[in-house]
């Protein structure tokens, strides 16, 4: 298996591809080429002509990474094309990553530049990210290959980890999909993405930028990403979605833009991006969040006094994992029992009134305290609103049902419950 060719599997209706929340054509300003070096590295280190690499994390059968490999910017004045050269694409879905790689070498209109004549290649490795055993076996020797490729990312220590290659790494949602996991994943996902990005060296400016595309609100998504030990500015801007029809007859074409001076915010608005929670604690979504999605680029720098390691003899484009993991744990926690309470005092009057009158139309029993039952399927269609029924469904809830029943020491077979534990089981599981 080579790093071009990473996996198999069949090619579904349900393979196809697939761009979730968005289309490349409305953040494609935040990932020129341009955008990333900055116009201080383009001018001061005359990066000209260049290859980038990227890494498109959680990429599913989303084509962004064949855009971002088939992006070509011009420079004024004959400086030369702006490209990236190597494009990784990382999922958990092996059949996903199969469809997306005979879909890039079946393609049939192709340049000679996008089908690698410049020395480009794309790249498919399956991992999860809530494993750093897998995240090592999955990486490591594609970032020694990239540091072996670009001699200024090698580093003069003989055991120095692997890391620190990518210029641009993605992100289209999949921290948004992980913050539904355990603290673990999310953990992994920031944990790999500070390691991948290119540290800025002594005497360079550009560091790598991490480009995250969210719908959870930006003072949320801002204090997930204030990590303990990074070194990283953000900037943030929102974007209107836009819908995107695939066809196959675009693969591998080149897409050549001029470039505007890097200033990635072309076409982004100002206006902050709004909550799905109301005051009671119920998920309704307006129209401004269902229509725009948040843009968060966080570049990567360097200290000056630094010698390019921690206080504990790391390289500094690697955090402590623990660290990190118990900060992911209380920033979800602030905002999903603080900002965003899912039993608020009027959602739990609201619970009660649903409960009995759900239970007085089956058996005509009135709540008196004595804690009837309905079960676990009426309990939920009463429990939870259309819209939080909609992005959460009964399957899901069962899978937390059995949890809070393990952390209750409860029999997991129990397949009804009263008001009290509904409301209890909505207090733990938040």
């Known amino acids: 298996m080579n790093d071009e060719a990473a996996v198999d599997g069949g090619y579904g209706a349900s393979d196809a591809p697939f761009e979730w929340l968005t289309s490349f054509e409305a953040y494609q300003h935040f990932v020129l080429p341009s955008t990333v070096l900055g116009p201080s590295a383009l001018v001061e280190e005359g990066c000209t002509g260049i290859q980038l690499n990227a890494l498109h994390v959680g990429c599913g059968t989303s084509t962004a990474g064949e855009s971002l490999f088939c992006l070509r910017e011009r420079l004024p004045n004959a400086g030369g094309i702006l490209r990236y050269g190597c494009v990784v694409n990382v999922d958990k879905d092996i059949k996903a990553l199969g469809s997306l790689e005979r879909r890039w070498k079946g393609r049939t209109v192709i340049d000679d530049e996008s089908s690698g004549g410049g020395g480009g290649k794309m790249v498919w490795k399956q991992l999860d990210f809530s494993s750093r055993a897998s995240c090592r076996a999955s990486l490591d020797d594609v970032y020694r290959n990239l540091a072996r490729s670009s001699p200024s990312d090698q580093s003069p220590l003989p055991n120095r980890p692997p890391g620190s290659c990518f210029d641009l790494i993605f992100d289209k949602s999949t921290l948004d999909c992980l913050l539904c996991a355990e603290p673990d994943a999310v953990t992994g996902l920031l944990c790999e993405v500070y390691r991948g990005l290119r540290a800025p060296k002594r005497d360079a400016i550009r560091g790598g930028v991490y480009v995250v595309i969210s719908f959870h609100p ?213």
């Open 218 to 430: 930006y003072d949320f998504v801002r204090r997930l990403l204030d990590l303990p030990g990074a070194e990283w500015t953000l900037d943030y801007r929102v974007v209107k979605r836009q819908v995107e029809d695939i066809s196959d007859e675009e693969v591998g074409r080149s897409k050549e833009v001029l470039y505007t001076g890097g200033s990635g915010s072309v076409g982004s608005e100002d206006s902050p991006s709004s909550s799905a929670w109301s005051e009671s604690g119920v998920f309704q979504p307006d129209e401004n969040y269902r229509k725009t999605v948040g843009v968060f680029t966080c570049r990567r720098r360097r200290l000056s006094n630094s010698d390019g390691h921690d206080a504990d003899h790391r390289p500094d484009y690697i955090l402590d994992w623990d660290a990190v993991r118990e900060h992911v744990i209380s920033t979800c926690d602030h905002e999903y029992r603080a900002t965003s309470p899912l039993v608020t005092i009027a959602r739990e009057e609201q619970i009660r009134d649903a409960f009995t009158m759900e239970l007085r139309r089956q058996r005509g029993v009135l709540w008196d305290g004595k804690n009837p039952t309905l079960s676990l399927k009426d309990g939920y269609e009463v429990i939870f609103t259309p819209d939080e029924k909609t992005h959460y469904e009964f399957d899901c809830f069962l899978d937390d049902w059995k949890s809070y029943c393990d952390s209750k020491r409860l029999n997991k077979d129990t397949n009804s419950f009263s008001v009290v534990t509904a409301l209890d089981f909505l207090h733990e599981m938040q």
